[in-house]
């Protein structure tokens, strides 16, 4: 019946409700006695809060970002844990930009945590598990999009529930390819991440037969992103940085530090659709997805902690649940026994993405579907139809096995 219980996180709201009391009606009737305390597994939410600062208002992160997916999933693995006697504690752990990870990770594991979900930058995710290898932590990274982290610098006890940049770009290359807008005059930021996500969207227009007719960047030149960037101001600067562009179908923007990009649509010089870091943007999770039940996760969420779900908290809860799956199946807390089982072919998520989740063996990357927002409604969902791959379709996005550079160690 355990190894039942999770699948009813993912049917309508009401039926969920009544199946969870019903389930627990017959479980507590007919099962046998149980240990008095429940086997408590404490994970850890190692996290790095993210800059106030955004263009948009609406946008500005929640201080809770990150903790409060972990806190929900957890609160679905205790669900299922009243049937396996087990109990999971999400425990916070703050770790400013200054702050030493090393000292973190190892004030975590006094206080018994083995397990981690992690929302940090690239260097201090690798900083954080390497410190903990030997002290036997586990590290599921829930925010950081590097592909190095899957592939360089890949680690076996760090696991990925967040898609990478290559995922990302894939899945947005795959639909304006199936649109036939093969055209792209990409704009990138002048940071180092939108360096990054520029060669993601390179090798992506590259994989899928996408032609990028002309590249250029917008300079930051710093200063406040609200304050110093008034209506009038923006409206003459934007269409003077897409004027003169060679003959394209859409403009795809790879802006991941939040510069620029959200001002180009509606302001471009020729009337083109803005893809990519604004306009119809390739994510993990949208505050608008419903498809496949996850209006009742939204609905929870929202109840809980009275803002929308985003990314970053569903990466955290896809996390939280990952751990909650093995450590059921497993009927054991030991970290040990749910790494392994997360890196077993048998291992596989529902997460509310209209197919079971699983795991790529070589990198250690969760296999997911990417969802095309435009900010408001779910546009489509790659893979596409018709992009074939010999094992699973969700394998055309990000970095296939024969092209994977990871030596787990």
Not at 100 to 126: H, N, S, Y
Not at 221 to 250: E, I
Request: charged content about 25%; proline content about 6%; hydrophobic content about 40%.
């Amino acid at each position: 019946m355990a190894a039942l219980f999770p699948r009813v996180f993912d049917i309508a709201p009401a039926s969920a409700r009544r199946l969870r009391t019903v389930v627990a009606l017959l479980f507590l009737a007919s099962a046998p006695a149980r240990a008095a305390e429940p086997a408590e597994l404490k994970i850890g939410v190692l996290r790095q809060p993210q800059p106030r600062e955004t263009i948009s208002i609406l946008e500005t992160p929640a201080e809770d970002e990150t903790l409060a997916g972990a806190e929900l999933g957890a609160d679905d693995n205790n669900t299922t844990g009243v049937f396996s006697n087990q109990k999971f504690t999400p425990i916070d752990a703050v770790a400013q930009p200054e702050d030493d990870i090393v000292q973190t990770v190892a004030r975590l594991a006094d206080r018994g945590v083995r397990l981690v979900i992690a929302d940090l930058p690239a260097d201090r995710l690798l900083a954080a598990a390497d410190a903990g290898k030997a002290r036997g932590m586990v590290f599921i990274n829930s925010a950081a999009p590097d592909d190095s982290l899957r592939e360089q610098n890949c680690r076996a006890n760090v696991f990925h529930a967040a898609p990478t940049r290559s995922m990302l770009t894939d899945a947005l290359a795959q639909y304006l390819v199936w649109k036939q807008w093969r055209r792209w005059l990409l704009i990138k930021g002048s940071h180092p991440r939108d360096d990054a996500l520029a060669a993601a969207y390179r090798a992506s227009a590259k994989k899928f037969g996408a032609k990028i007719v002309e590249e250029r960047t917008f300079a930051d030149a710093g200063g406040g992103r609200r304050s110093d960037t008034g209506v009038a101001q923006v409206q003459r600067q934007m269409p003077g940085l897409t004027q003169n562009a060679p003959a394209y179908d859409v403009l795809v923007t790879a802006d991941e530090s939040d510069v620029f990009a959200a001002y180009l649509p509606y302001r471009t010089w020729d009337p083109r659709p803005v893809a990519g870091s604004a306009g119809l943007r390739p994510l993990s999770w949208s505050p608008a997805h419903e498809q496949w039940g996850a209006t009742q996760l939204q609905n929870r969420f929202y109840r809980l902690f009275k803002r929308p779900l985003r990314a970053r908290d569903a990466q955290a809860w896809m996390a939280m649940r990952m751990i909650g799956e093995a450590a059921t199946r497993t009927q054991s807390v030991d970290p040990k026994k749910i790494s392994d089982y997360l890196a077993a072919p048998e291992f596989e998520i529902a997460a509310f993405k209209g197919q079971k989740l699983t795991i790529r063996s070589w990198n250690l990357q969760l296999r997911q579907p990417i969802l095309l927002s435009d900010g408001r409604t779910i546009v489509s969902v790659s893979p596409q139809e018709g992009f074939l791959h010999q094992t699973s379709t969700l394998d055309t996005l990000g970095f296939d096995k024969p092209e994977t550079k990871c030596k787990l160690r």
